[in-house]
């Protein structure tokens, strides 16, 4: 499965030039309730509710979720190899939640301190 950061939904959702291929979408993907979160708070703050709210809310219910609960956000407590920003954080320990229960995960952001973070733990990279 292909852990999405909220980098790549919106580079898809405001068809920024850099921007997975519509055949990533039909991966299994999967994201934190974070990522739901960051997405608005981004759209509305670029005023862009009403022309990409629709495209947001249909490529947000076409990954998996996992909520920010205890267990899925306990990784964060503990250090990082490299530093980390706070909300990479929560990102990379939903991820390695995932990877603790046994799944194949790999990373898709465009952040490139997210990406150094996850290659440090691990992690591979699928853009």
Not at 46 to 65: H, M, N, P, V
Not at 66 to 88: H, Y
Not at 107 to 115: F, H, I, P, Q, V
Request: with cysteine; net charge negative; charged share 15%.
């Amino acid at each position: 499965m292909t852990y999405v950061d909220t980098s790549v939904v919106l580079a898809w959702v405001l068809r920024e030039p850099v921007c997975p291929p519509a055949s990533f979408w039909g991966s299994h993907l999967v994201t934190s309730r974070l990522t739901e979160y960051e997405c608005w708070v981004r759209i509305h703050a670029y005023g862009r509710a009403g022309s990409d709210g629709g495209a947001l809310r249909t490529t947000l219910l076409s990954i998996g979720t996992v909520e920010l609960d205890a267990a899925a956000c306990a990784r964060a407590f503990s250090p990082f190899p490299v530093p980390v920003r706070t909300l990479d954080a929560l990102h990379l320990a939903t991820a390695d939640y995932l990877r603790a229960q046994g799944a194949s995960v790999d990373l898709a952001s465009y952040d490139e301190r997210l990406c150094a973070a996850a290659t440090a733990l691990g992690f591979a990279l699928s853009l």
